[in-house]
């Protein structure tokens, strides 16, 4: 099978996952959610000529089982699955801080100028806010929350730092990335915490699967790079 028609193939999936899930068409949803990310899987597997990233494959493990938990039941796995989501989200945090240490290094801080303090403020009163609206009596889930936020943030701020201090087509992708994974799971408190709307679920669903290529293609160019 070659990449393109892997391709065109992830791209079908995910069309019928999108309207199933928006249009609660429960047994579409059921046949289609769990193919997406094995066929991503491997697109990333054969674009990579085997040179693939174990890190990569250990996101891609706990990103599969972290969506089949929510497919499954949603209410009962909610904060296994977050907690799932989580892991991957700290690997891609680190492996971000460890590159964005050189660049500082060379370029040292006057890379660091009023846009940038301006996307750390906004996202911190992003992330306040969102704060705000979780409304839980359980202590471990709102630490957990909290927490999952809070990386986020920081890899909202390095991705951002990374791309201003190196333009390139890896730290790029890194941010659009990390600005797809912040939508998903924005939207997705939105959806859990104020109301279910068809527009909000539709951002979600499409930051969702966004985020997954993005993630793909921003390994496939480090893992070429390197």
Known sequence: MGKKTILYSF?????????SSLLHLDSLE?????LFLPILFYYYI????????????VSFIFYYIAE???????????????????IPYLILLYLVVKDLIPLFKIKG???????????LAFLTYLY?????????????????????????????V?????YYLKH???????????????????????????????VFKSVNLISQLLSYYFFVTFSLIKAKGK
Request: with cysteine.
């Open 68 to 86: 089949m938990l929510v497919l499954y039941d949603e209410k009962q796995y909610y904060l296994i699955s977050v907690f799932l989501f989580l």
């Open 158 to 162: 390095f991705s951002t730092a990374s």
């Open 11 to 19: 791209i079908v999936v995910c069309i019928l996952y999108f309207f």
């Open 168 to 198: 390139s087509v890896s730290n790029l992708f890194l941010m659009m990335t990390i600005i797809a994974f912040i939508m998903s799971d924005m939207f997705y408190i939105f959806i859990v915490k104020i109301e279910y709307n068809w």
């Open 109 to 119: 801080y006057n890379g660091i100028n009023f846009t940038l303090a301006f996307v």
């Open 128 to 156: 306040i806010s969102i704060i705000l609206i979780i409304d839980t009596d359980s202590a471990i889930e709102k630490c957990l929350l909290h927490f999952y936020g809070f990386v986020l943030l920081l890899l909202a």
């Open 30 to 34: 059921v046949l289609s959610k769990p």
């Open 46 to 57: 054969i674009k990579s000529k085997g040179n693939f990233q174990y890190r990569v494959v």
